[in-house]
């Protein structure tokens, strides 16, 4: 694992409670989720996870991610803000634990999971975001999550916003 200088560290560490007291501010239904701003969106590659190629590691047929939402506009680009709707599915006998669910945006992988923790409700099941809102430009959110059998989903999506 990486190691992180203490200036980083704090910065990002300031970054998410900043966030987190906003969102939480809001109230949790009216909220909207932003996933990253303009700054983040540069700092940690939006528009190079965008265009990089999707990961070739084998992952298990179940668990697996469906996205619902959002559905791109024929030019394959959404507006914000935008619904997230994510729907987890595994086999019978087995369950998705949704304490491991990890979002993770841009070719650097930061990881957004606690800004989305402080608005919504995961379950076993997925999750709902209402009002999602990302800079313009390209991006990538990876999303992952395991079983009770340590079998991890991900999903690669990819959002072209106006």
């Known amino acids: 694992m990486k190691s992180f200088p203490t200036t980083v560290f704090v910065h990002l560490r300031a970054a998410a409670l900043s966030t987190f007291m906003s969102c939480a501010a809001l109230g949790s239904q009216a909220a909207t989720w932003q996933i990253v701003n303009e700054a983040e969106m540069l700092e940690y590659g939006g528009p190079q996870g965008f265009d990089a190629p999707a990961p070739l590691r ?32 595994t086999t019978a006998g087995s369950f998705i ?6 979002i993770l945006y841009g070719a650097m992988k930061f990881d957004v999971t606690d800004r989305m923790r402080a608005l919504i409700q995961i379950t076993p099941n997925g999750f709902q975001v209402d009002n999602a809102d990302i800079p313009k430009g390209k991006h990538r959110l990876l999303i992952q999550v395991k079983d009770d059998k340590d079998r991890v989903a ?4 990819r959002l072209q916003v106006e």
Do not use: W
Not at 69 to 81: A, I, R, W
Not at 97 to 102: H, I, W
Not at 154 to 157: A, H, R
């Open 58 to 89: 084998t992952r298990s047929v179940q668990p697996s991610i469906e996205l619902i939402s959002p559905v791109p506009s024929q030019d394959g680009k959404v507006n914000v803000p935008f619904p997230i709707q994510v729907k987890f599915l």
């Open 97 to 102: 634990r949704p304490d491991t669910l990890r």
């Open 154 to 157: 991900e999903k690669d999506i």
